[in-house]
């Protein structure tokens, strides 16, 4: 049962949506970070989606769940670049330990970065609780947590998102569009997730012609 709104989901192209501004300080200190896993196409897409998720769920703390989703993955950073693919997408790629790993120096990087931008310990610490876990604790504890890991997939809805993802599954674009709607879809915890996840899902099959390229 996922968690229901009475805000209409906006389920237009992400590829349209326009983010403020307040958060490029943040944005300007993980570049470095930004260039590992495509994260500097992942990040930004699953924050656009994130702030779509806010919307919808106006009672969650919009500014935990924009920081938390802009920073979670930064720690593959520094993680050794051969083990995320050998490890972190094969086998039990959920609980690898690079998994493991790039929750703990996500968590990390939020410590060194955040702080000179202002940010107190009390924020922070609210940052790195859903930081630490989104991918390998099973549960949601918070609203703000359960919009974080929605925004996380659904990123990979979009062109962007199936281009490297499926690569990095070795599936091809079709298999990997079924692949979505059968596993990540009935993963998602909120019903503004699913509205989204569905109309971005049949845009790009659609564009990437994947009934006929099966
Ligand atoms: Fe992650
Ligand atoms: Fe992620």
């Not at 470095?32 to 992942?42: G, L």
């Amino acid at each position: 049962m996922t968690l229901p709104t009475a805000v209409p989901a906006d389920t237009s192209p992400i590829s349209a949506w326009e983010s403020g501004d307040d958060l490029d300080p943040v944005w300007r200190s993980i570049v470095v970070e930004s260039r590992a896993r495509a994260n500097d196409i992942h990040l930004p897409i699953s924050f656009a989606f994130a702030e779509r998720l806010c919307d919808a769920y106006p009672e969650a703390d919009s500014l935990v769940v924009r920081v938390a989703i802009l920073l979670h993955d930064t720690g593959w950073a520094r993680v050794d670049e051969s083990r995320i693919l050998s490890e972190g997408f094969s086998g039990d790629w959920r609980q690898a330990d690079v998994r493991y790993e790039h929750e703990r120096h996500g968590c990390m990087i939020a410590r060194e970065v955040l702080p000179p931008l202002g940010y107190d310990p009390a924020f922070i610490a609210r940052v790195t609780d859903i930081i630490d876990g989104h991918d390998t604790r099973p549960d949601s504890r918070s609203l703000e947590d359960s919009l974080v890991r929605d925004a996380d997939r659904l990123w990979r809805f979009t062109p962007a998102g199936i281009a490297l993802a499926s690569g990095w599954f070795r599936l091809t674009p079709a298999e990997y569009c079924r692949r979505l709607r059968s596993e990540i879809i009935p993963e998602l915890l909120t019903e503004a997730a699913v509205q989204m996840a569905d109309a971005e899902l049949s845009r790009s099959e659609s564009l990437l012609k994947t009934g006929q390229l099966s």
